[in-house]
């Protein structure tokens, strides 16, 4: 089959892998539906994160076409979703929602899902069937939900978003984005999207965002105070992951507010004293997807919800190399991936 | 009047201060039924905060003998417990429960209550009538509520502690001390103190603990994994504030587990990777006490909670030198002062 391979930062290909086959006795092969590029792709592919001839891709959607014989939850035939941290959904930890700390995990970068087939660790645990064979027009959304939509989703939980709240989003690429979704969702009043490109204010706008904040840094948390009375907003989703992010999004919230963040964190330090004082909630971390995947599915599978949206460039697999290229230019928002 | 002076680290003198007069409308003056010295006050005694002939103290109780123009929640002869932090108890972010960051805040360590009388600013906002005059034996337990046990209480809160949970205690100071009896209270059901003096182990246990783990850093940590299968606590207080105080807290949770933070950080640099992968909330600061204190003057008056068992010390306000020297050297937990 074919399957992208990283090489080196900057250095991505497509080649030729062996098909994966069932290795445990809980494991499901899926044939992808489609697949695609991760904002988190872009760590190693900028040079932040070490690869060595490593395949890629941690999101993934699919028609299961073999199983395990400890496998009950899913059969040959049935269309899938699943997370990037494969879980058994049943230790303690991913029974208190947090499958993606699972005392079993399995993180699905290991496995690679850029590609025509991926091997799914603890299946019964990991996947969630759709209620039938979705129609094509809701394979993006569907893939979205295996990862930024759920990791935007657990932002806004985590950030504790509500009826009556509001939110400030720190960042706007895919996850940023879909915090927006989800935060509309669970009832916003007010939903401040950080971003100084056109078109992704544009989306920002039709996910719910119902104020545009241009400024970064100091300027940007001076307008988000502005907006808010002075206090800073009750809820901050943080979806980079840098030094400038994580401070713009704690200084954004205010004292005994909350801020989810799932950016993944960077050469980020946290001094004691501004944490103490702030006085917010900090949680973050990486986000528990499949917590989520049975709502979500049922979202997108009823068209209350069109996540897929972020898609905004379109690529046949062969071409994941120029896919890359577009993300790490910031000439696509999100890339997906369509199978041979 | 008489009152405590810190003139530089380790020179604390008692003093002849002006009584304090009404300055604001908004004020009350207060005659101390007793004062103490806090763990907090040990940082700049120590040489970690500055200090330039410093008023010290921040924990009172006592009789309002005069009141300001503006003032109505509280008259002359009432017995009174206040926060370290006065609020106007009427802003947004009071009424969302954080006084201790109210927009109007005055830190009382500004005003020095180690002293016969204190002015209270924001009075209306900031003290809470006890329901008559307290039996004396109530009067440690009612200071303690002004601090300690308010902000014990708030570390068990923030950590979520509740039925059916594991807390883990670090530090064994009087706010650690009380943050196990807020655990108790709280219903949690089971309580591990990390405490090396035997002294306070007794108390811990008088107070609720369940376990005792006299290990520290990373086998401190290796046993309280041992005693939540493998997985750590679901709640932690922190009660010390220093990098591995910290460090010990967060990596004493579980995955999801929260841990509540009130040792004054000093410092302290958490690593945003660590944090990201730990998955746990963090909530700290200084503690709302104001939001506490109706409930935990109820229960004192009831005779429900006996908080005041922390101060193993007691002295006339005239030594609070040998009190702050009893402290540092760890010969007290705490130390009452009694007035002239």
């Known amino acids: 089959m074919r399957g992208v391979i990283m090489h080196a930062a900057g ?131 569907l893939l979205a939900a295996s990862d930024v939509l759920g990791t935007g989703w657990f932002a806004a939980v985590a950030a504790e978003v509500g009826p009556g709240k509001t939110v400030a989003v720190v960042g706007d690429g895919a996850v940023g984005l879909l915090g927006i979704l989800a935060a509309k969702q669970l009832g916003a009043e007010r939903i401040i999207a950080m971003s100084r490109h056109a078109d992704r204010q544009e989306l920002a706008r039709r996910f719910g965002a119902t104020d545009i904040v241009e400024e970064r840094g100091d300027e940007g948390i001076a307008r988000v105070k502005e907006l808010t009375g002075g206090l800073g907003a009750h809820s901050v989703i943080e979806a980079v992951g840098t030094q400038q992010s994580m401070e713009q999004a704690i200084r954004s919230t205010r004292a005994g507010g909350h801020v989810g963040f799932v950016g993944v964190s960077h050469d980020v330090t946290l001094e004691g004293q501004e944490l103490f004082r702030s006085a917010v909630h900090l949680h973050g971390g990486p986000a528990p997807v499949r917590r989520f995947l049975p709502e979500l599915i049922q979202l997108i599978w009823d068209r209350e919800i069109d996540p897929g949206a972020v898609f905004d460039l379109t690529l046949p697999l062969e071409e994941a190399a120029e896919g890359y290229r577009a993300m790490d230019e910031r000439r696509a928002t999100k890339v997906l991936l369509t199978m041979p």
Chains 1, 2 share one sequence.
């Open 11 to 141: 250095d991505v290909r497509v080649e030729d892998r062996d098909a994966p086959i069932i290795q445990e006795p809980t494991d499901a092969i899926i044939r992808l539906a489609a697949s695609c590029i991760c904002g988190s792709d872009l760590w190693p592919y900028r040079g932040s994160d070490e690869v060595d001839a490593t395949p890629m891709g941690h999101e993934y959607v699919g028609v299961v076409t073999e199983i395990g014989d400890a496998v009950e939850n899913v059969k040959v035939g049935d269309f899938v979703v699943g997370s990037f941290m494969a879980s058994d959904n049943t230790c303690e930890i991913c029974q208190a929602g947090y499958q993606s700390r699972c005392v079993h995990v399995v993180p699905m970068g290991r496995v690679g899902t850029q590609a025509e087939f991926a091997r799914i660790p603890l299946a019964d645990g990991t996947l969630v069937a759709t209620p039938g064979q979705p129609d094509d027009d809701l394979i993006p959304s």
